[in-house]
């Protein structure tokens, strides 16, 4: 049986070290603040907006909600990214996405202050990652992947990692990061030949395709270390399931994160982590 890297305790333990550096500021004069601008009432960004709060309530980081309706307009969306740059008091800001289709994300994203960029959504924040220089930070969801490594004491320095997909949010972001930890990663997608193969001669598995139990037990064996970090809902279970065919990898490998309660509890923590950094900046 695996061990089982569940994200509750990890998110505690990081929760634990931001509350005295939260009044550490506070006793400054810094009062670390978050800005959440949502457009729509899409119930993932609601979920998680829920989880955000209550999170960052337990640090000590103030919130302000930047809410506007499906319908704005792209100019409204603009105006609102503007004013949460020029206030000094907000300090870092989370923009859910995906945005309505109507508007224009890329502009959105890249018309965010780098300093603020709680989530690394900007160019300049992904610059800093594959560079390893600049301001911004990593996507919350890939850096809880390191999170979550670092409290189960995983060393990723000379292991052989896999990371399966590649998007800018998650595949692309967590290999920059495994590689600065020392992994030697190997970034496989949907064209990716023999995947199977590739993928068992890991260590360290990275599960982010975005497709339901997509990645079976051929695909794995004794000894690695999975991190699943889909979340899908399945219409045939009823219920939340990862990237990987938890049930039947689980009794293969060394350590696998579960969905729910895996990367995903963490990320909200690695937000507020994110937004503590900024504001320590400015003491």
Not at 14 to 23: F, K, N, V
Not at 85 to 108: T, V, W, Y
Not at 153 to 171: D, F, P, Q, Y
Not at 217 to 231: N, Y
Request: charged share 25%; hydrophobic share 45%.
């Amino acid at each position: 049986m695996a061990k089982l890297l569940k994200g509750a305790p990890v998110a505690a333990a990081l929760t634990g070290e931001l509350i005295p550096r939260a009044e550490a500021l506070k006793r400054s004069g810094i009062t670390p603040c978050l800005a959440i601008l949502r457009v729509g009432e899409r119930t993932d960004d609601l979920a998680y907006e829920r989880g955000a709060l209550k999170r960052c309530e337990s640090v000590g980081i103030a919130v302000r909600r930047f809410v506007l309706p499906g319908t704005a307009t792209q100019s409204c969306l603009m105006d609102t990214v503007e004013e949460i740059n020029q206030d000094d008091s907000i300090h870092g800001c989370l923009l859910f996405r995906p945005l309505p289709k109507m508007l224009d994300e890329e502009s959105a994203c890249a018309a965010l202050a780098p300093r603020k960029d709680a989530d690394g959504i900007t160019p300049a924040s992904m610059a800093g990652i594959y560079s390893g220089f600049g301001i911004g930070y990593a996507p919350c969801t890939a850096q809880a992947c390191m999170e979550l490594l670092r409290y189960y004491g995983i060393e990723a320095a000379g292991k052989r990692a896999a990371v399966i997909g590649r998007s800018l949010v998650i595949g692309r972001p967590v290999a920059q990061l495994l590689m600065a930890a020392d992994a030697t990663v190997t970034v496989c997608h949907t064209k990716t030949r023999n995947l199977p193969e590739l993928v068992r001669e890991a260590d360290l598995v990275v599960a982010a395709t975005g497709r339901a139990e997509a990645i079976g037990p051929e695909c794995f064996r004794e000894g690695q270390v999975v991190l699943d970090v889909g979340i899908n809902w399945s219409e045939a279970r009823q219920k939340l399931v990862g990237d990987v065919d938890f049930e039947s990898v689980e009794p293969l490998v060394a350590a696998i994160s579960p969905v729910p309660n895996g990367v995903g509890s963490v990320t909200a923590a690695v937000l507020c982590k994110h937004v503590i950094e900024s504001a320590e900046r400015l003491r």
